[in-house]
Each structure stands twice: as structure tokens, then as C-alpha cells.
């Protein structure tokens, strides 16, 4: 099982504090560094305030030289998918070909509010998201020197060069999450390379799996073709001390964490992390609250990392 570190700066975190982070996993052993991406706090001030995701990833694609980079998930409703293709495909090449998009429908409809971004309804955000999934696959695998056009029902491309190419052919792992029991899986089984599922429990994680596999098997595509794996909150001491003092700083009580996320000393996080192995999962996310606590994050690649690899 691979494990990948996941963040959410928009709780709070600047430039710097991700860079920090980032150069942390990648000493300790981490595959990727994922952020959300999300311009609005979900409680506290969030100071210093919102970073934009993709502006941060293409800046640690220079200070970093192996993790992978991306997104969990980025929001079809921030960005045109033309322009979403250019700055994804300019990452990945500014990465050296270490990028992922990870992108869903978007649903926080108060930052949408806060940014002067339009907020669809539930439906038709969906139907754009699909739509642009199409686009940005189809810009991306046009060979170069061909046109690419889409004439759909909230976007029309006209004769795009479809340039520039990413660095990663055909183009950079896409990865389809949630919870839905018909449109995410559909869109999963048709352009995926990854499903996640976020914070669910290793059962429930199991039964979407298997419900993303059928879908896959129903589009005749191969289900061991998609990479499975879940997002969980992390919180980990080497003591009881330490476990109750690094709950504490996230906000979050110590039993509640043990039921919803890997949470506890050494032993207790791994054996959480091998039951969502056990459920089908061969990467986990693991969500990282407190970006100013690099040691937790050392303790987790020298003492959780090599017990799950």
C-alpha cells in the first residue's frame, strides 16, 4: 500500500507552511503531497487565507524532486477545462511528468459566494463535469498538430491546438472520487485511472469498490485497469501523551478520531490502515490537520510506512 500525504490549507496554512510540509514527506518516505482545493476556511479564520491549489503545486514542482503532486480534488467549477488543460500539462512538465488531477463537481456552495464563482445546481454540475473530463482527455490525447473540437451542452471548443501537451502520455492520472451509487462510479469507469473514496469506513470503502467495478465491467472496461484507494484522517503519537496533545491541537476527541480515522499510537494506525489494504484500497490518503507538526510526520514515515509498504 502506498501512502500519500493529503492537506487542507485552506483551514489555515500559507506558501511556506505547505513547502515545509511537502519537503517533510518527501524525507520521510511519502509517494505523493496532496492538497485540497478549496478558497473558503469550513470553520476557524483560515488565516493567513486561501492559496490557490494549482499556483502552490506549480511552485512545489520546482522545490521538490520526487513525491508526486495534485489535487484532492480540484473543483470543475473554478476553472474553464480549456485553461484547467493548459496549467495541469504546464505542472506536469514543470514537474518533470509528477502530476495527478484528482477533480470533482465542486459542492461548497459558500465559497462559491465568498469569490463571486457561479454555483450550478446539483445537476448541471455534474453534466459540466463530465463535459469537462471529455475535454480536457480529448485536448490532451489530440496528436499534435490536429484540432480539437467539443460541441456539448455548457462548453464549445472550436478548432483548439490543443497545446501544450503534457509531460506525462497520454496525459496525467486522473482521479474520480465520492459517494454516489450511479454517476461517480460511471464517470470513474470511463476516464479514471484512480477512484477514491473520502472518509468512509473500510466496509463502506469495500462496497463502493465494488460497486466502481461493476460500472467498469458494465462500460467493458477492465476494473483492474482503475487503481482503488481512500482518503482518512491521521493522527498519530508515539505515546499516549502524544496522541492526546496532537488530537487536542486539530480539535477533535481522541475517541471519535479512533472511530473515524487512523488515529492512536503506531500500532493502532497501521492496523487501521491494513483494514481499508484489506478492503481493496492500494493507496491510502492519509489527511494531515496540523501543518505545523513536522514531527508527526517524520513519526509516520519512519515508524508507519515501512509496517503498511
Known sequence: MLARLFVEPQMGASYEDQLRVARAAEESGFDALFRSDHYLTMGGEGLPGPTDSWVTLAALARETSRIRLGTLVTAATFRLPGPLAIIVAQVDAMSGGRVELGIG???YDQEHSAYGIPFPPFGERFARLEEQLEILTGLWTTAEGDQFSFEGRHYRLEKSPALPKPFQRPHPPIIVGGLGPKTT???AARFASEYNTPFMSPADAENQFKIVREACEAAQRDPADITFSSAVVVCCGSDQAEFARRAAAIGREEDELRRNGAAGLVDDVVERLLEYRDAGA???YLQFLDLSDI??????GSDVLPLIA
Not at 514531527?295 to 509516520?300: E, N
Open 105 to 107: 463537481a465542486g459542492w
Open 185 to 187: 462510479p460511471r464517470l
Open 282 to 284: 492500494s493507496r491510502v
Open 295 to 300: 514531527d508527526q510526520v517524520r513519526l509516520l
